[in-house]
């Protein structure tokens, strides 16, 4: 049916009328969520699930093959990994990446689970980080 009236009828209004509201906050709430789940992982250096197999009834079985019982938590390779319900959960606890002055470079450290730099010349020698990504 066409509006009738002397008042143009607003934007919501048409698109309310057209049926095409509902549309439009589908897409508009499609959208948001994408942005959303990409928030967590600018916040974090980065993090990986993997589901639980269904034969495991009370435990995980590591990315090395080792097995944890649901509810425990461990660092391998410089992530903290927790096993739940549904599955393993592990996040990065060192930086994606660090930056430091061109006469140094990067040092990575698994055993410590750190980065840091070192002069290109006298790698004795620590230098500063002047910045980073992630945690």
Not at 62 to 91: P, Q, Y
Not at 116 to 126: H, N
């Amino acid at each position: 049916m066409p509006f009738s009236g002397k008042t143009k009828p607003s934007v919501v209004g048409y698109l309310l009328h057209q049926g095409l509201l509902a549309q439009f906050d589908t897409m508009v709430s499609a959208a948001l969520l994408v942005v959303l789940c990409t928030l967590p992982s600018l916040a974090h250096a980065a993090c990986l699930s993997t589901q639980r197999a269904p034969e495991m009834d009370r435990a995980c079985r590591d990315f090395d093959n080792s097995l944890h019982e649901v509810g425990s938590k461990w660092r391998v390779h410089c992530m903290d990994c927790t096993c739940s319900a549904s599955g393993i959960h592990c996040c990065d606890v060192l930086p994606t990446s660090i930056s430091f002055p061109d006469d140094c470079k990067e040092v990575y450290d698994e055993a410590n689970c750190k980065r840091y730099a070192v002069r290109k010349d006298d790698p004795s020698i620590k230098c500063r980080i002047t910045g980073g990504i992630g945690k």
